[in-house]
């Protein structure tokens, strides 16, 4: 589990382990923000089946709510979910940005990362600096390693996993 203050590259780690294990079947998923005009509007998710929705934004008018963002609850779970079951095919490796506050408002996916922490594939994942609940949950688990991502490390962190996994 990769950790850290935000805008520390949690996300960047994870979509370059991806390009680094390219070769390998990988499941999971990515957030990007969306911008207008400058100005962080929300957050998309990218699944490395190809899907792609929004995950929170300024401009929903319902579900949970995240500081000014609204949480697409249903919406993620469609991508993610499915994502996260291996549906019909073999995956080797799981890479999930992130477990975090909003992604925690589905009760699916948090059944979904508990089945994969507790099953035999590897999975390299973000989580929350801070957070109780199923986020100290993960942190807990007994096979899990929680490596704090910072400026100084963030560069060769993805070669480093790579070279853990044995990939």
């Not at 948090?110 to 994942?125: E, H, K, N, T, W």
Request: net charge neutral; charged share 25%; with cysteine.
């Amino acid at each position: 589990m990769l950790t850290g203050l935000p805008g520390c590259g949690k996300t960047t780690v994870i979509i370059k382990l991806a390009e680094l294990l390219k070769e390998k079947k990988i499941a999971g998923f990515y957030t990007q923000e969306m911008r207008s005009k400058g100005v962080r509007s929300g957050f998309l998710i990218k699944t490395f089946g190809g899907a792609e929705g929004v995950l929170s934004s300024i401009n929903i008018t319902s579900g949970p709510r995240v500081g000014k963002y609204r949480v697409n609850v249903q919406g993620f779970e469609a991508m993610v979910v499915p994502e996260l079951s291996r549906q019909g095919r073999e995956v080797d490796l799981y890479l999930i940005d992130e477990i975090g506050k909003m992604e925690c408002f589905s009760r699916a996916f948090m059944r979904a990362v508990s089945g994969i922490l507790d099953g035999d594939l590897p999975m390299v994942a973000t989580v929350a600096i801070k957070g109780g609940g199923f986020i100290a949950g993960v942190k807990e688990h007994s096979d899990v390693e929680i490596v704090e991502l910072d400026l100084e490390n963030r560069n060769g962190l993805p070669g480093k996993i790579v070279d853990g996994l044995g990939c």
